[in-house]
């Protein structure tokens, strides 16, 4: 290792093990196959699964869309009256009122998607469906597209649901964390239950207008299905609305990667797939093999009975969901509560609170833009993705925050709501000792239990000083370690420590 940092350098090793995954300090074709393809732009074209020739006697499935527009007022550009966006930019959102294909029939088999990799995996054990092939080194892919490219193997089942919603969606985001993982929520002797969730965006313009990209947070969902595949029980497929704001959206006004862009967000009251009832057999056969008419007597579809699954192994489904969210976020190894909930642990625990306040999600595939007055050109660093990506999934940053901080997250809108709303007096004081030192676009804060900000920071800010030389940073605030760390975990684990250092006399016994 000393010999690679005196090669390198702290910046060369630091990328150089981000690629080194099993720490061997050589790099094979495979770690190396990201940096490959970024310095050519020519990804290898990976074997397609055999596809099967589909059995004509097999289950089908019935799936119904539904589909609520986004709504509009939630848009932050709304408060101005999309002053200064042509209507033309946002003809693809407005147009979009209803799903693409209300009703799909699909082939039971073609589920076989979901189905576990052969090896055993225990309950919870997340696996790819879609592989993301991006990361904080290997960049993005390109704004300036409008039509996905065909997709292979097992991202065909994905991209045809998706395609129920839109014409156009895009299985692989621009942006990591990109793909499919999946986990078993429950077994039994001859059936699943898997847990999935899906990163996805659709892009709703086409020339000669400019794209426009729309970005769901997440595709979470689960299915019921055979160990082989030949009969789904359920399936459910959505966007969660739980949270004011779940939707990212980007558009250029240009048709090059240098053309500035807007970005938004907004809600989405409802975007869900879901099957009308078990997979049900396309030909019937009696005792003896031969083919019965699929109704009765009186001309009405026969009715099926499916006996009743019994699980013998399942966890709950806010386990399964976590496990997935692990496997695209590393950085939610630790928790991230609710922001009331966060303090009240706090001061149970007698810890600090860590802190981020943001504009739009941190742990969904949204952007949190680094400009404060959009349009801005591409590409958009957004800071949220940057933090999460680096520094909060760093071994040490996460080693602190679990031994002496209660973290949390929160959208300002959401901060914004609780202030306003005087039924708890103190939640409302919380939410306005936050807004008063949030700046845009993220805010990380360090407060005691009772809300009291002792330390703070903006992304911004933290994000230039971290790309400046060590002798060019003035401010002895932040200062860099001299032992082999990234200049981002070493300036934010000083940060976290700082914090600690401020509320000492505060959390004296």
């Given amino acids: 290792q000393e010999l690679a940092l005196k090669s390198l350098g702290n910046e060369g090793l630091f990328l150089f093990s981000s690629l080194d995954t099993n720490k061997d300090l050589y790099l094979s074709p495979e770690e190396f196959k990201p940096i490959a393809e970024k310095l050519t732009g020519v990804a290898p074209v990976s074997e397609s699964e055999e596809e099967e020739t589909p059995d004509p006697d097999g289950e089908t499935l019935s799936i119904v869309a539904k589909f609520q527009p986004l709504v509009m007022e939630t848009m932050t550009k709304s408060k101005d009256g999309f002053l200064g966006i042509s209507h033309v930019a946002l003809s693809g959102l407005r147009n979009w009122t209803a799903p693409a294909v209300p009703m799909s029939v699909l082939l039971a088999r073609q589920f076989k998607a979901f189905l576990p990799p052969k090896n055993n995996l225990d309950l919870g054990d997340p696996w790819w469906i879609i592989p993301s092939e991006l990361n904080i080194f290997t960049g993005y892919l390109s704004n300036n597209r409008f039509y996905p490219p065909p997709p292979k193997g097992k991202e065909v089942l994905i991209h045809r649901l998706l395609s129920m919603f839109h014409p156009r969606p895009f299985v692989k985001t621009r942006f990591a964390p990109q793909g499919a993982v999946a986990c078993i929520q429950a077994s039994s002797s001859f059936y699943y239950t898997i847990a999935f969730r899906i990163h996805a965006e659709f892009q709703l313009n086409e020339p000669p207008n400019f794209p426009f990209w729309f970005s769901p947070g997440q595709f979470t969902?689960?299915?019921?299905?055979?160990?082989?595949?030949?009969?789904?029980?359920d399936f459910r497929l959505f966007v969660p609305n739980n949270r004011s704001l779940n939707v990212d959206m980007e558009w250029l006004y240009g048709a090059s990667e240098s053309s500035n862009m807007e970005v938004d967000i907004g809600y989405l009251p409802q975007m869900e797939l879901e099957s009308t009832g078990p997979s049900i057999p396309t030909v019937i056969h009696d005792e003896n093999g031969n083919v019965l008419d699929s109704r009765d007597p009186s001309g009405e579809p026969i009715q099926f009975v499916f006996e009743e699954i019994t699980w013998q192994q399942e966890i709950p489904w806010q386990e399964a969901a976590h496990r997935l969210e692990v496997a695209m976020y590393p950085f939610k190894k630790i928790s991230y509560l609710p922001f009331t909930e966060a303090f009240e642990r706090a001061q149970a625990e007698k810890k600090l609170v860590?802190?981020?306040?943001?504009?739009?999600?941190?742990?969904?595939?949204?952007?949190?833009?680094?400009?404060?007055?959009?349009?801005?050109?591409?590409?958009?660093?957004?800071?949220?993705?940057?933090?999460?990506?680096?520094?909060?999934?760093?071994?040490?940053?996460?080693?602190?925050?679990?031994?002496?901080?209660?973290?949390?997250?929160?959208?300002?809108?959401?901060?914004?709501?609780?202030q306003s709303n005087r039924e708890n007096e103190f939640y409302s004081k919380l939410a306005e000792l936050h807004l008063e030192k949030y700046n845009f676009p993220v805010e990380m804060i360090i407060c005691l239990p009772n809300g009291t900000v002792i330390h703070h920071i903006n992304a911004n800010y933290f994000l230039d000083i971290t790309s400046m030389k060590p002798e060019d940073v003035e401010s002895s605030i932040f200062s860099f370690s001299s032992n082999f760390e990234d200049p981002s975990t070493a300036t934010y684990l000083q940060f976290l420590k700082e914090g600690l250092q401020r509320a000492k006399p505060y959390l004296q016994p």
């Fill in 221 to 233: 969902g689960y299915i019921v299905l055979s160990k082989d595949s030949s009969h789904v029980r």
């Fill in 354 to 418: 860590h802190s981020i306040l943001l504009w739009g999600a941190l742990d969904d595939h949204m952007v949190t833009v680094t400009s404060a007055k959009p349009p801005v050109p591409l590409p958009v660093p957004g800071s949220g993705r940057t933090l999460r990506e680096t520094v909060l999934e760093s071994s040490p940053i996460l080693a602190l925050l679990n031994e002496s901080f209660i973290s949390s997250w929160s959208l300002v809108k959401e901060l914004e709501e609780l």
